[in-house]
């Protein structure tokens, strides 16, 4: 589709992808949501000035969590689409985000059940055994996270991604949103099951993006130049922060949304469903951070490849730093840079020693499969 300029007006340059296989605004979304979760679980610490995004003080920085959701949902349109089709191919894209994601979440979760043990904690060997297999399950208290806490997100990305593999096995992508909304609607119909949450919805609009980014994006670039894209970046990143002003815990019956954490967004005298209240603010914020991907500098865009290990360590990270606060003699605000100190060093380790290692794997069999099947052509993010 090819836009018409305004008369008088030199036409605006379209959003041209990416020269290298990341897109620069994602990777520094994606670091800035691990640092605002990490802040998130943070409330131990007293520190001055910072201490409004500590704990949700005042904003709660989870919201980070649906961005994370926005923009995976994106990534996987543009693999989806560069995918080639059939049944093999959709085995082939679920082991690469297998090997993405298990191998550093398996061994954060083994070495949290073997702190457990030591500290003398009793450890359910089911609990273990579906938090590694990022199923839900079912405590005295109702639904449970995992093991390691964090790890709940990463349930709804596995679910997210077997839609995803459906929709590259039956070649028809956009097959993938209209299944998700049709399967957690019928598991949420069938007795409020955890994958029936709403938030798959965030997933949606993230992989519609994805599908439809020259329209959405380049179309109207074209047309109405960056500067909308600079006003939608501004209102947006206002919009996130009132959002964060809420809490994710719901609060009285929600009927079948009560069984699913998280799920309701408490602000002072009102409630809203997370999907509302902190996924469209997410939504508009990825949208407006790709129209800007070839005018901002995105610095931090290269500390994003440590995102996964930054949002896996903070259990550890932030258990020391929280042991170091009890001591009667150390300030909140050094406990707080230790731990932050740790958490940078040991992402580091992490994605270099296990991280790197499992996406050496995923491009071999990435080469072997396209040695062996047309390869579709499509210019994509690498998460």
Known sequence: MTAVPRQG?????????????????????????????????????????????????VFLGAIGVDIFFVVSGFVMACAALKSAPGPAAAGTFMASRMLRLFPLYACITLLAVGYLLAKGRAVDPWHVFTSLVFLP???????????????????????????????????RKIAVPVLAVLASLGAWMAGGFYFGAPLVLEFVAGFLLGMFRQPLLDD???RAGRNVFLAGLVA??????????????????????????????????????????????????????????????WRLAPLGKFTF???????????IAGRLNKLPWMPDLVAFVIGAILLGAGSAATYHWIEMPAMKLRHRLGRRRAATLPVRTLEAGQR
């Open 220 to 222: 109207i670039r074209a």
């Open 309 to 319: 290990s930054v949002y896996m360590l903070q259990f550890f990270a932030l258990l």
């Open 137 to 171: 399950a079912t405590g005295p208290a109702g639904v449970e996270d995992p093991i390691v806490a964090m790890g709940w997100t990463l349930r709804f990305e596995m679910y997210f991604y077997l839609l995803v593999a459906a929709g590259i096995a039956v070649n």
């Open 9 to 57: 007006a030199a036409p605006a340059a379209p959003v041209k992808p990416p020269a290298t296989a990341t897109f620069r605004s994602l990777e520094t979304l994606r670091i800035a949501a691990a640092v605002a979760v990490v802040l998130a679980h943070s409330g131990q610490f007293a520190i001055p000035y910072l201490q409004p995004f500590l704990g949700g003080t």
């Open 236 to 297: 947006a990143c206002a919009l996130v922060l009132a959002a964060s002003t809420g809490h994710d815990y719901g609060a009285g019956n929600h009927g079948m949304y009560s069984a699913v954490p998280r799920l309701w967004i408490v602000y002072a005298g009102a409630e809203l469903p997370r999907i509302m209240a902190w996924g469209v603010p997410a939504v508009l914020l990825v949208y407006a951070c790709l129209g800007l991907e070839r005018d901002l500098a």
